[in-house]
Structure formats: structure tokens, C-alpha cells
């Protein structure tokens, strides 16, 4: 349902003389559409192009958007040709009448004029998800990405360029927000009181579920899925849907973004007691870059369910999802795919000793040293290759450490964190010993940075 | 057209009969409202002048003035002879009781039609201002367009009058009321732009790794300076939504982001927060903080004055294929002094340094990495009474 009206009043407007009593002359359609969709907020720029016939001097254009969700202030007309000659003078809010701004320009030329008209409405949306899945080996993933538009605006938009923005973009006032106000620009004197919303539109909020899905459309592209090119501008990036998209308000529409064959993935375990628990955190991790078959632009943050391959005739099983944030090219991605029980790491407190107390002028103890000898066992029981990272914290920055046994990569994470980074054969186990020395009370003063 | 009008200013003249003072009776025909002004230089309060006609006759004349259904000031009217204002005296003003109403006492020197400009703050009528600007694609500059919105709510119809800001040309303007009209004012073209990336340590989180799924976007604005170069410099650009645009490079614009701007007097630089980098990583964590240089200890050997030996360090990932300058803002509360710093910086004040980090863009071998190191010691330091320390506040 088209709900967006435009209609050119030509009038002779003369000083005084009230607008409503003007008649319509013309109601040119839409000629073009243009979506450019955001995820970071409710909020989508709509670009249309009409023609309008004016006449030399005053003409005035109404436009209504009753039941629609666009943001009155947001409104913008442009002539695209002999803008030189003619004058957008003014956008007004009539008194007592909702959801209708009227236009008076000033035109040198009569005729056919194309005007670009863009605004700002709520109720589009687009999230990306993903769908991985493993090699029976689990060294690559096929890894594809999809996007879900929904519309609802409470608008048709047909065969509309859709176009997707991936960002976050700083915002004052939520669209759907300034489209419900009873005065675009609110009033002064009284704080807005928020208005109720339009009885037919009924937008969700941005992360709706799917209502439905539209297969794409049966033109000329429909043997094959529709391209998305993607480009970078200012800080955000920009998808081009190929071709145009109808979209009915109320529908979703699920398209393919990428679809990457195998992309070489390393298995990665997790281990930090304070953040995971007692269990070993399984993560799926790669590189958005050229080497992964990635890199050409940034991934959109999503959710990405994860299958495995299993036997020859193509039947899969579900590994896990795992929602990640946007990522940069050339970053490094790691997948939390939740806790496992396949890969056990332990450590055992197998010596506890304190010693070097201090005491103060009244003989209470004022410091001293604690000496904790840790046994950390590292169980692979799976038939892959996995690396395991372990991070130990102490609660304090005054400490010292002695390391031996397979403890594979050591590294000083911050102040008071360390991490041990191995890599384990299938079904193996790795052991390693550390004697941590904390210095308390008075005995910090004593305590040398063992890196200057 | 005054079919629509609600005026509900009354201006009566009321023939003092005798010494008639009570009952009062109005009488006489409505004087029609002349040239009308709304100033609109002040944004706390708008003025308005209107210009009328009073018949006045030789001695004293009561002149009633009452008002329904609008809100206005009774301490800000003022009323003003302009044809024989030697001739035509204020001599007192009263206040019914209970009416939103008042009574001047005029004494004429002759018969005069004395036409009269009466002044008063008119509340719930204003005006805001709205910015809009289309960067180019390369982000060097922008077309900025600047509109006036006039919202009135007072109460009152205006058929035509005189619009006045606090610069630039008077325009003639009717606005009903509830109306509101958007016109634009001003239209600066090619405005350069400067493109700021900002990391402050006391707002953002400093280590990415330890929040789950979560992007930390460094803070982007453009800068624009009001001044001659820019093209602008005329006037101080009221403060206002500004909402930014950017060409995309195929005939269309993507929307950048919006924020308010405070008053820019000639000269001062505008800063408009346009949304969140990504692309840039900041990983900031404390490898050092003990303290040193025990000063002084209590009879009970406590400490009550020491030093401590503190080591940052910040590594800043540029996985833009841009380069860009990042800012970086770091905070040493207290008496400190800087043992070794990788980088150049700028003390803002006692506790603030401010660095200037070029970073190249993206290449082939990865992004574009800097790690500033900050060695300090901060001096003096006693039990209870530290100033705050530079921990991570929520971000903005």
C-alpha cells in the first residue's frame, strides 16, 4: 500500500491567502527509489525521484506520509535540473493538520521539472547472519554470509535500490521517535509529550524475528544469486544490492552475501577460570584476510551457526553458534562456540608455603611472601590438532614466576596476568609446573620487576 | 484574512468620561494591528513590536490592553507614541485584579490618531536552527546549509511580519499558530573539514579482548572553524541539530551521523560527532604499577608517603586502507613526573597528555601498528588521600 502521497498544488499564492484552500493539480509517482538501510539504529534514508510540472512563479507541493514512520525534520526536495532557476523557499507544518508538509517554491521555468526527494524513516532493518561449515577434519569451514532486510515502515517499496550500511553511527533522537511527534519540531514551552503511534504502522524494534521470507524475484537475475558490492566510505561500509528489490511492508528478505569455499580455520581452546569457569572454552579461529580467502572488506557482526560435514553423502551435524562483533580486515577472528567437555585443562595447587613474614613495632605481622606450585595437565581427546590457551591471574602485581615442563608459549599478558599458549596432537596431553611467589603487605616493597 | 485570526490581544480605547473610574467600560472600535515585528535575537525570549493607531482625544485617555489565550510577560510591555511623542505621555499603568489585563493612563496634548508601537515578550514562539552538510567523498570539506525553523505556539496568528535574528536581513513572514516553517538561510559551499579520531583513556574500556563480542568504536567528528578561510566567519552560528551527509561517489549520499552543536563564536571551531570508528583498535593495559621510594613510615612502620613506578602501554591498530590521526588522551592524576614516553605528547594540564599518532593505512602485511609505552612515576603519593586514578569509565 502506498501510503506516501505527493501532491503539486499550482496556485497563485497570494499574500494571505490560505493554503488549504488550494486545489490538487498533479500527482506524480515515484520514478525511482533508493534504500539506504542502517543497522546500528532503526533508521533507513530514502531517496526518491519524481517529476513534478510546475509553473513559472509560486507553486506549492504537498506531501503527506500518514501512517508511515519518516521523520518530518529530515525532509529534503532538490531540483535535479534548472536549479538554478528555481527557489525551494520554504517547508511548512501547517497548523492543526498531521503527517503533511507543503512546499513553496518558486519556479522560473514551467514544465517538467525532476526533483530528488530524501528523508529519514524508521521501520527497515537489516541484521547478517552466517552459516559455517566444517570439513570433517575441521581445518577449513565453507563460510557464507547472508543478510535479512525487513520493511516495517508501513510503506511498499517498490523495486527499490537497496543498499545497507555497516557502522555505527551517532544519533540524537530515534527516528521512529521524531516520526510519531504531534509537531516535527516539537513545541516550545511544554516538554514533547510522546505521542501514541500510528494505528496501521507497527514497527518492531530493529533485531525482529523474520516474518517471512520472499524467494528473490523471478526477473533476469533469477538464475543466480544476486551480487552485493561492497565499498568503504568515511567509517562505515556501504553494500549495493544488485539490481532492485521489492520489498512489501510487513516481509523479510534473505539474500547471500558471501559464500567463501574453505576457509582454513585453527581450533582454538580457551582456558581462564575467572572468565570461563572451570571449563575449557572451544573457539573457532581465523583471519579476515587475502590468506583465509577473506580481507576484501570488513565483516558485519552476526550471529554464525556452525555444522560439520559428517560421512560421504553430505549429512551435517550442528557444532554451535556463536554471535561475533564486526571485524575489521586483517583482524583476527575468534568464534566462541561454548564450553567443552573433549578438552580438559586442570590445574592441581600441588604445594602451598608462605614464608618471609615482617612484623610491625607491635609485633603484628606487616608482610610476607605466599608460594603457590601449580601442576596445569592439558588433555587433547579429540583426533585433530588443537591449541590450547591458558591464562592465569593473581590478583596481584607483585609476583614472580618459575615455569618448566611442556608449557609451550609463556607471554606477561598485564600486570597481573600471564598466558601459556600449546599446541597439542591429537589425543595427547601436555603437563607443565609453575611456582608463583606473591609478595604481600610490607614485602611488595621488596618486590623487583623481573623485566627491568 | 483575519477570518483565521484569534487575535486575542484587545486593545481598547476607553473615553474617560468625568473621572469614571471603575466599571470599566470598553468602548471604542478595535484599532487594526499595523507593522508587526518578531525579534528573535535573544533565545531566551522573543520580542514582539506591533504598530496601532490610537484615537486619542485632548487630556486623558484610558487605554485598556488585555490579552486571552497567550502568554505574555506583563512586566515587558511597553508602549511608545511615535508621532507626537512630546505630546503623547505615559502617565501610569494599572492592573485590574484578576484579568490578564492592563490600563494606561495616556494624556494627549491635542486630538491626535497617534499611532503607537506597543512592545512585549511573547512566550512559546522561537526559533531553532538546523544544520545540514554533504561532505565529498575524500571527507576534505562539506557543503554545509544552514535552516531556520520558526515554530509558533503563542496563541497568536501572524498574518505578516517582520522576522529579525540577531544578524542578517530582516524578512517578511506570516506563521499561524501551531504552525512551523523551515527556510533556509544560509548556504556555504565547500566548507573544509578536518576528521578527528579520539581515544580518550577515562572514557573508553582499554581492553577490547576482555569485553565479550563487543566492538569498541573510537570516537569520530568533523571540525570546522568559523572563520574567513572557511567561509564562513560572518556571524556565530547558533547552536543546533546538525545532521552530515557524504557523496557516495554514484549521484547519492549515505547518511554520516548527526549531533547538536553548542553556539560557535567567529573564530571557535565546531565539533560535530559523527559516529564510531571500528577500523581502529586501541588495546591499552597497565604492566607496571608498585610502589617505590618508601618517603616516610609512622611510629607503627606504617607508610604514609610513597612513589610508585607505573607502565602503560597502548597498542593502536590501524586497519583502515586510510591513514588517520588519532588522538589519544591519557590521565596521570596527582604529582607525577615521566620516566620515558616512546611517543611526543602535550600536556593539557596537570593531568592530561594529549598525543598526536600518525597512522599509516592498511598493507598487505596487516594493519598499521603503533604501541606508545609511558614509563612515569607518580610522586608523593599518601594512603587516603590519592587523587583519582586513571581508571576506565563507561563509554560515552
Not at chain 1, 131 to 156: A, P
Not at chain 1, 423 to 438: I, N
Not at chain 2, 39 to 51: K, M
Not at chain 2, 158 to 174: I, N, P, S, T
Request: with cysteine; aromatic share 8%; hydrophobic share 40%.
Amino acid at each position: 500500500m502506498k501510503r506516501i502521497a505527493f501532491s503539486s498544488l499550482i496556485t497563485v499564492l497570494m499574500a494571505g491567502v490560505g493554503w488549504a484552500k488550494v486545489d490538487l493539480v498533479t500527482l506524480p509517482s515515484r520514478d525511482t527509489v533508493q534504500l539506504t538501510i542502517y543497522n546500528s539504529t532503526d533508521m533507513t534514508l530514502v531517496r526518491e525521484s519524481r517529476a513534478l510540472t510546475l509553473k513559472d512563479g509560486a507553486n506549492a507541493l504537498q506531501f503527506s506520509w500518514a501512517n508511515t514512520l519518516i521523520d518530518p525534520t529530515s525532509l529534503e526536495m532538490l531540483p535535479k535540473a534548472n536549479a538554478d532557476t528555481i527557489d525551494i523557499a520554504e517547508l511548512v507544518y501547517p497548523p492543526r493538520v498531521r503527517n503533511l508538509g507543503l512546499w513553496n517554491i518558486e519556479s522560473g521555468v514551467s514544465g517538467k521539472v525532476p526533483v530528488e526527494i530524501t528523508y529519514l524513516t524508521s521501520g527497515l532493518s537489516w541484521r547478517a547472519f552466517y552459516m559455517g561449515t566444517l570439513t570433517e577434519d575441521e581445518k577449513t569451514m565453507r563460510l557464507r554470509g547472508y543478510v535479512v532486510v525487513t520493511n516495517n515502515s508501513g510503506e511498499d517499496y517498490e523495486n527499490a535500490q537497496t543498499r545497507l550500511i555497516v557502522g555505527q553511527v551517532h544519533i540524537l533522537d530515534q527516528i521512529a521517535e521524531l516520526a510519531r511527534r504531534q509537531y516535527p519540531y516539537g513545541r516550545p514551552g511544554v516538554a514533547p509529550v510522546p505521542q501514541r503511534m500510528p494505528a496501521v504502522a507497527a514497527p518492531a524494534p530493529p533485531q525482529m524475528e523474520m516474518v517471512k521470507e520472499l524467494a528473490v524475484g523471478f526477473d533476469a537475475l533469477a538464475l543466480r544469486p544476486k551480487e552485493i558490492a561492497k565499498e568503504g566510505l568515511s567509517e562505515y561500509f556501504l553494500y549495493t544490492i544488485e539490481g532492485t528489490e521489492t520489498i512489501p511492508n510487513g516481509w523479510s528478505k534473505r539474500l547471500q552475501s558471501f559464500d567463501i569455499e574453505a576457509v582454513p580455520v585453527v581450533n582454538l581452546y580457551k582456558y581462564e577460570q575467572e572468565r570461563y569457569g572451570p571449563g575449557v572454552v572451544r573457539f573457532l579461529s581465523f583471519k579476515n584476510d587475502q590468506e583465509h580467502k577473506l580481507g576484501q572488506t570488513p565483516i558485519p557482526g552476526g550471529m554464525l551457526k556452525v555444522y560439520r560435514g559428517v560421512g560421504q553423502e553430505g549429512h551435517l551435524s550442528y557444532t554451535g553458534q556463536s554471535s561475533f562483533k564486526y571485524i575489521p580486515v586483517d583482524e583476527d577472528v575468534e568464534l566462541n562456540l561454548g564450553t567443552v567437555a573433549d578438552i580438559v585443562v586442570e590445574p592441581k595447587l600441588m604445594d602451598f608455603k608462605t614464608e618471609n613474614y615482617r612484623f610491625d613495632t607491635r609485633g603484628s605481622i606487616s608482610g610476607w611472601d605466599e608460594i603457590h606450585t601449580f601442576e596445569v595437565e592439558v588433555k587433547n581427546t579429540r583426533d585433530i590438532n588443537v591449541k590450547v590457551e591458558i591464562q592465569r591471574n593473581f590478583g596481584t602485581q607483585y609476583w614472580d614466576i618459575r615455569n618448566s615442563g611442556d608449557f609451550g608459549q609463556f607471554e606477561k599478558v598485564d600486570l597481573d596476568t600471564v598466558k601459556y599458549t600449546l599446541d597439542l596432537q591429537p589425543r595427547s596431553s601436555q603437563t607443565f609446573e609453575y611456582v608463583v611467589r606473591t609478595y604481600h603487605g610490607v614485602r611488595q616493597q621488596d618486590w623487583r620487576p623481573a623485566s627491568r | 484574512m483575519n477570518t483565521k485570526t484569534k487575535t486575542t490581544i484587545v486593545l481598547l480605547v476607553i473615553l474617560s468620561i468625568g473621572s469614571v473610574a471603575f466599571g470599566r467600560i470598553k468602548l471604542v472600535a478595535l484599532p487594526e494591528r499595523g507593522a508587526t515585528v518578531i525579534r528573535l535575537d535573544n533565545p531566551q525570549a522573543t520580542l514582539i513590536e506591533e504598530e496601532r493607531v490610537l484615537t486619542l482625544q485632548k487630556g486623558l485617555n484610558k487605554v485598556d490592553f488585555s490579552w486571552k489565550g497567550v502568554f505574555i510577560d506583563a512586566d515587558s510591555i511597553r508602549l511608545q507614541a511615535l508621532d507626537h511623542p512630546d505630546q503623547v505621555t505615559l502617565l501610569s499603568v494599572s492592573y485590574p485584579p484578576n484579568e490578564a489585563a492592563l490600563v494606561w493612563d495616556i494624556s494627549s496634548g491635542s486630538d491626535y490618531a497617534e499611532t503607537v508601537r506597543i512592545s512585549y515578550l511573547l512566550s512559546n514562539i522561537d526559533r531553532l536552527i538546523t544544520y545540514k552538510a554533504v561532505a565529498d567523498k575524500a571527507e576534505t570539506f562539506v557543503d554545509l546549509k544552514s535552516y531556520l525553523v520558526l515554530r509558533n505556539f503563542s496563541g497568536e496568528d501572524f498574518d505578516r511580519a517582520r522576522v529579525l535574528l540577531d544578524y542578517g536581513e530582516a524578512f517578511e513572514q506570516g506563521i499561524d499558530h501551531e504552525e512551523t516553517k523551515q527556510m533556509l538561510f544560509l548556504k556555504s559551499p565547500g566548507v573544509p573539514v578536518t576528521k578527528v579520531w579520539k581515544f580518550d583513556a577515562a572514557v573508553l574500556p582499554w581492553d577490547p579482548e576482555k569485553l565479550e563480542n563487543q566492538n569498541v568504536g573510537i570516537p569520530v567528528s568533523y571540525r570546522i572553524v568559523n572563520d574567513d578561510a572557511a567561509g564562513l566567519g560572518q556571524f556565530a552560528l547558533w547552536g543546533g541539530k546538525a545532521r552530515l551527509f557524504q557523496d557516495d561517489g554514484h549521484e547519492s549520499t549515505i547518511f554520516l551521523g548527526e549531533d547538536v552543536t553548542t553556539l560557535v563564536p567567529v573564530g571557535e571551531k565546531m565539533e560535530l560527532y559523527i559516529g564510531d570508528s571500528r577500523d581502529i583498535v586501541v588495546t591499552q593495559r597497565k604492566m607496571t604499577d608498585a610502589q617505590i621510594n618508601i618517603l616516610r613510615r609512622n611510629d607503627n612502620r606504617q607508610i604514609v608517603m610513597y612513589d610508585t613506578d607505573e607502565e602503560i602501554t597502548a597498542k593502536i591498530e590501524n586497519f583502515k586502507d586510510s591513514s588517520a590521526v588519532l588522538t589519544m588522551i591519557q590521565h596521570i592524576p596527582g604529582q607525577w613526573d615521566m620516566e620515558e614516553c616512546n611517543m611526543k605528547y602535550e600536556k593539557k594540564d596537570a593531568s592530561t597528555l594529549e598525543f598526536e599518532i600518525q597512522l599509516p593505512a592498511r598493507t598487505e602485511a596487516g594493519p598499521a601498528v603503533k604501541e606508545l609505552t609511558m614509563h612515569y612515576h607518580r610522586r608523593h603519593v599518601r594512603p587516603g588521600v590519592q587523587p583519582p586514578m586513571p581508571t576506565p569509565l563507561r563509554r560515552r
